[in-house]
């Protein structure tokens, strides 16, 4: 890729700083977007889970190793707090690590795996949670966090700068693989719900603002032109 490609589309400064660094290749930035989601009130969810709004915390994503999901339920397994814990999403050839997880949750009755969801039902488990945590080792530009801010969600994340670029000022951050961190972050959060009411107010708006399918979509579209005209004239 690095040697034939026309041009790189990447999704971070980081992930551009390390092309440049690693092989001296120029990349181009271009953010993935999010559109306006549907709220939805819980139906499904308190049909099949048992879950009714704002009483769980959930995280959405593939169960793999880097997603950070054992730091949650270690972290989870030792606070104090009446709200679940919600894990949405499935294997991603990572039947190992599942198990892992599971293995650590144990038989607690309050930590749900829901497998892979989609439609209304992902729609419900974002439109409903108390907050949503990304606790990601390693991101490169999570569709699932800018979900997150889109349902005007409060989100508890790693501080890796794939998220707190995205996220600025507008989520509370722990420190990457630390579990004593997010333990103690993820117990403020759970007392305070003035805290959780604050996080939440305009950051919808703030997110859809700052990633737009639009602009991606233009971004994408211009870059894809300048490559064809480039080879138009046979550079």
């Keep these: 890729m690095v040697k034939c490609a026309d041009e790189i589309i990447v999704l971070s400064e980081s992930a551009k700083s390390y092309f440049k660094e690693t092989y001296n290749r120029d990349t181009v930035l271009i953010h993935n977007g999010i ?3 549907t709220i939805k009130q819980a139906e499904k969810i308190t049909e099949l889970y048992g879950l009714s709004k704002g009483d769980y915390i959930c995280t959405v994503s593939r169960l793999t190793a880097e997603k950070g999901l ?29 198990a892992y997880i599971k293995q650590m949750a144990g038989d607690n009755p309050n930590i749900i795996f829901t497998g892979f969801i989609s439609g209304d039902i992902l729609k419900e488990i974002y439109s409903n949670a108390y907050i949503v945590a990304v606790p990601s080792d390693i991101e490169g530009m999570s569709i699932s966090l800018l979900e997150a801010l889109a349902y005007e969600n409060a989100v508890l994340c790693s501080d890796i700068p794939e998220n707190t670029l995205v996220t600025e000022d507008k989520a509370i951050n722990f420190k990457k693989s630390d579990v004593a961190d997010l333990q103690n972050k993820l117990q403020n959060i759970c007392d305070d719900n003035l805290c959780v009411e604050n996080l939440k107010h305009g950051v919808d708006d703030f997110i859809l603002e700052k990633y737009n399918w639009n602009d991606v979509a233009v971004a994408t ?15």
């Design 35 to 37: 559109d306006k989601p």
């Design 221 to 235: 579209h211009n870059l894809y032109k300048k490559v064809l005209e480039n080879k138009r004239k046979g550079n």
């Design 70 to 98: 054992h730091y949650l339920i270690e972290a989870y397994n030792n606070i104090k707090t009446d709200k679940k814990l919600v894990i949405a999403g499935d294997t991603s050839d990572t039947d190992e690590y599942v």
